[in-house]
C-alpha cells in the first residue's frame, strides 16, 4: 500500500469561516482582504486590526470588535500563537518519527512539506485567522488502514508534547478535548452520535 502525506494528526474543527482575503492583491490599507471577514461586505479602510504582522480591515467597528476577540480569546492565541505552533508542530513530528507504532506512515513523506501543511492546519483548527486549505481529514486518511490504537499514538505523541512545552493542563485538556472530536474522520469509521 502507498503511503500517503496527509496529515495524521487528528485535529479539525474550530476554525472561522472567513471569506475574501488575497494576500497578492492589498489594498492601500495594507490589508490582506476585500471583504469583512465578519459579514462579507465591503471594507472600510478606516477600520483595521493588526494580528501577528497581518492587517485585517472590516466593514464596522462592530465586526472589528468581533474578530478581535475571537482571535485573542482563541485557543490558538492562549497557546502562544504562531511561535508555540511551531514548536509544538517541530517537537511532535520527533516524537511522531521516533514512535515505531506510526512512523512507518512517514517514511515517503516530504517531512519539510508535512511540518509546513500541519502548521498551517493546527493554527487554524485552533483559531487563527488564517484559513487551513488543505485536504479534509476523512479525505486525507481515506487510504491509510489507520487503527484505533495509531490514532492513540498520536494523540499520546500530541499530549507529551504540549505537556513538554509546559503548556497549562487546561488548554491541554481543551485540545485534547477537539482531538477526540476527530477519531471519526481520522479512522474513516461512520460518525457517533
Known amino acids: 500500500m502507498k503511503k500517503t502525506s496527509a496529515l495524521l494528526t487528528p485535529l479539525i474543527l474550530v476554525s472561522f469561516a472567513f471569506t475574501g482575503f488575497a494576500a497578492d492583491d492589498e ?12 459579514t462579507g461586505k465591503a471594507i472600510n479602510p478606516e477600520c ?49 518519527l521516533a514512535d515505531k507504532r506510526v512512523n512507518f506512515f512517514f517514511e515517503d513523506t516530504n517531512m ?4 509546513n501543511k500541519q502548521k498551517q492546519f493546527l493554527s487554524a483548527a485552533l483559531g487563527s485567522p488564517v484559513p487551513y486549505e488543505g485536504m479534509d481529514m476523512r479525505k486525507g486518511h481515506a487510504n ?5 490504537e495509531h490514532f492513540n499514538a498520536i494523540a499520546e505523541n500530541l499530549q507529551a508534547t504540549l505537556e513538554e512545552l509546559k503548556i497549562k493542563p ?20 461512520p460518525k457517533s452520535k
Not at 491509510?144 to 484505533?148: H, I, V
Open 112 to 115: 519539510k512539506r508535512q511540518h
Open 170 to 189: 487546561e488548554l491541554i485538556a481543551k485540545v485534547m478535548a477537539v482531538v477526540a472530536t476527530t477519531k471519526d474522520d481520522v479512522l474513516n469509521r
Open 27 to 38: 489594498k492601500k490599507t495594507g490589508a490582506v482582504n476585500e471583504k469583512c471577514p465578519m
Open 48 to 96: 483595521t486590526f493588526d494580528f501577528e504582522e497581518v492587517t485585517y480591515a472590516f466593514c464596522s467597528g462592530k465586526c472589528r470588535g468581533e474578530f478581535k476577540g475571537k482571535v485573542t480569546d482563541s485557543l490558538y492565541s492562549q497557546l502562544g500563537g504562531k511561535a508555540a505552533i511551531d514548536a509544538a508542530v517541530d517537537l511532535f513530528y520527533t516524537k511522531v
Open 144 to 148: 491509510m488502514d489507520l487503527k484505533e
